[in-house]
């Protein structure tokens, strides 16, 4: 699962976003917030909300990519309406003591999350897609998102397939600091 992701400020100036909440050295992305998207590999950045809101309350952030396309929620938009994120890092929460990681890919400081979009009620809305976690961030949780490490991962993507990102050795893991421990859901 993804549940938040981090945008550092050089991918914020790379794309001409300003109008995200910044924090030391970036913006972190949570469930709700409006982030860039685009739409196709050489689209400017629109801004959406994370999160599909579900008819009775809350939010579908995540979807699992393997059966993305035969979930009623997820069917009709996994051809035409793709989307990526572009992120810096993401956060997983080891699930035995709740220990925050911070998960990037070495020698890069930006990559994309693969995701779908769709028209909400009062906003266009967008998962990201998950895959089964690589060898690295196995320890860590049982999920991890679809990441497109490269302009060429993320055409691929764009023109229909689904590149499951399988390099465990680019997989870079830091645990965050003590303060970070009592995530609110």
């Not at 997820?74 to 990526?84: H, S």
């Not at 690295?136 to 023109?159: D, K, T, Y």
């Not at 499951?164 to 645990?175: G, K, N, P, Q």
Request: glycine letters at 8%; one cysteine or more; a neutral charge.
């Amino acid at each position: 699962m993804c549940g938040r992701y981090f945008i550092s400020d050089d991918a914020i100036e790379a794309f001409d976003i300003d109008a995200l909440n910044r924090v030391d050295g970036g913006a972190e992305i949570c469930p709700g917030m409006e982030a860039p998207v685009v739409l196709s590999p050489d689209s400017s950045a629109t801004f959406m909300r994370w999160g599909f809101e579900r008819e009775q309350g809350g939010l579908v952030i995540n979807a699992r990519a393997e059966t993305m396309a035969e979930k009623p929620m997820f069917r009709k938009l996994t051809t035409a309406q793709r989307c990526a994120m572009p992120a810096s890092r993401y956060f997983e929460w080891r699930r035995s003591d709740r220990q925050k990681y911070a998960i990037d890919l070495a020698g890069t400081g930006l990559f994309w999350l693969a995701g779908l979009w769709r028209v909400g009620d009062s906003k266009n809305e967008f998962v990201v897609l998950t895959q089964p976690p690589v060898a690295a961030v196995e320890p860590i949780h049982s999920r991890m998102p679809l990441l497109l490490p490269n302009r060429q991962a993320l055409v691929r993507w764009f023109g229909g397939e689904v590149p499951v990102f399988t390099d465990s050795r680019a997989i870079r893991l830091a645990a965050q600091g003590p303060e970070q421990l009592q995530m609110i859901f």
